[in-house]
């Protein structure tokens, strides 16, 4: 059996997400976010196909880069990406949003207004510790985090003044189980558990536009990079819905985690004889990969809430 340590992920390499059309939210995260386009390329054949998930696949990657982190918008060309459903809540089990760092939340909420989305907070709200944060969601319903420390409180690279919006801290998922999480992402996948808290209160409540929230908030991190994973795992209220059965990667409900890892081949023989993790392939075994794509091989797999991972080896 492969041992917990081979799977040990070196760095959250980038989040990924389905969009209805790369064009349009490229122009929304480089406009309303400051985000720099790396790269802009199709892929397509047996490869795509069997990556994903979705048969005859043809799917345009566009890479923006935000300070030091990645994210990567897939089009799924010729293809009616099923939207997020409208009532969705932040404890329902397919939310994930990524937390965008500011210097100042202000300016980059004005930023923000010039552009369309839907707020899930009704404005910026001051939480303990005097962090301020704001929810809301894009074109296609992806959730998305405004965040900023106050002086002092936070990782240093979060106190740079010399541009307004600064990276991405973190990306959360909507979870079942903190334990049955950890077993998985910090047990077997290696990442550091930084620590869990409990958040409750009329601000979490208005924050996340859910009455009676109480959320255990779990943080880790890999080796390397400033990108983390967190896990929200909500007490209360009850009634949080599951990730549907019949998801596609090519449903605009989807996103992932992009995550590093030094042997693949070690990586997929540990995920598999780990029962307890309840991983689900999508991919039939790792993909090899044009020299279009920023990494040269790739398995994409689901937790046991159905969030996505896609492990990669560059």
């Known amino acids: 059996m492969a041992s917990p340590s081979s799977v040990s992920i070196q760095a959250v390499q980038a989040i990924g997400l389905t969009v209805s059309d790369a064009g349009r939210a490229t122009d929304f995260f480089t406009g309303a976010f400051d985000f720099k386009v790396v790269t802009d390329s199709v892929i397509s054949g047996d490869e795509a196909s069997y990556l994903y998930g979705v048969p005859k696949a043809q799917v345009r990657i566009v890479s923006l880069r935000l300070g030091e982190e990645t994210i990567r918008l897939m089009e799924f060309l010729g293809v009616d990406s099923k939207p997020v459903p409208a009532d969705s809540k932040s404890n329902d089990l397919w939310f994930q949003h990524f937390a965008i760092i500011v210097s100042d939340m202000d300016k980059a909420y004005a930023q923000l207004q010039k552009f369309s989305f839907t707020p899930i907070s009704p404005e910026p709200q001051t939480l303990p510790n005097d962090i301020r944060a704001f929810k809301f969601r894009d074109a296609d319903g992806h959730a998305l985090e405004l965040l900023q420390f106050p002086p002092g409180l936070g990782p240093d690279h979060w106190q740079a003044k010399d541009a307004l919006f600064l990276g991405i801290d973190h990306s959360a998922i909507a979870i079942s189980s903190t334990e049955r999480s950890l077993v998985l992402y910090r047990d077997l996948l290696g990442l550091t558990h930084q620590g869990s808290m409990t958040n409750i209160g009329i601000k979490q409540e208005t924050m996340d536009n859910l009455f009676s929230a109480k959320v255990i908030v779990t943080s880790l991190t ?15 209220p009850p009634g949080a819905r599951p990730f549907p059965l019949d998801q596609q990667t090519s449903d605009l409900v989807h996103m992932h985690f992009e995550l590093l890892v030094e042997d693949i081949d070690a990586a997929v023989e540990a995920l598999e004889e780990a029962e307890k993790t309840q991983v689900q392939f999508v991919s039939p075994k790792v993909i090899d990969l044009p020299e279009t794509m920023p990494f040269k091989q790739a398995v994409l797999w689901r937790g046991p809430d159905g969030h996505n991972v896609l492990l990669v080896q560059n």
């Not at 890999?222 to 209360?236: C, H, Q």
């Open 222 to 236: 890999p080796a390397a990079g400033r990108l983390g994973v967190e896990f929200l795992d909500y007490l209360t």
